[in-house]
């Protein structure tokens, strides 16, 4: 009886453990962009002293959304993997409510602060000529 209940609950925990991973989604870079943001680090006589901080902003198109996440490198010479070349570039990612995770070629992850979600554009085929009459 005893053993039948630890059977049981670790069956559960197994199951709930693996309903709760996220499934990866294949997406596409439209565009990536290199950013600066200013901050302020200290005041001098009431003049501001200021530090450029890089970040780079990349969209990403899965189905019919566009991701737009921004990303603070650790140090000015971290780059974005060279694969990631924007425009049609396919990636792998995890997406969560805040954040998306973005594959490496590596297999390792990039997180992404997600700060816009935009509806994309339908894409209009044009004709062809033998549609035309």
Known sequence: MKYCFVLVLAVASLLNSYA??????T???VDIQQKT???ILY???NTPITKDEPYDEVSVRVKDKIYV?????RHA???LPEDWTAPQAEVHLRLEKHYMFLTR?????LQFVITKRVAAAA??????PSQKK
Do not use: F, H, W
């Open 37 to 39: 943001n200013t901050r």
């Open 77 to 79: 010479s971290e780059t």
């Open 69 to 73: 996440g921004d990303y603070m490198p």
């Open 43 to 45: 005041y001098q006589v």
């Open 20 to 25: 709760a991973e996220k499934l990866y989604q």
């Open 105 to 109: 070629p590596a297999g390792t992850e």
């Open 27 to 29: 997406g596409t870079i």
């Open 123 to 128: 894409q209009k085929i044009p004709d062809s």
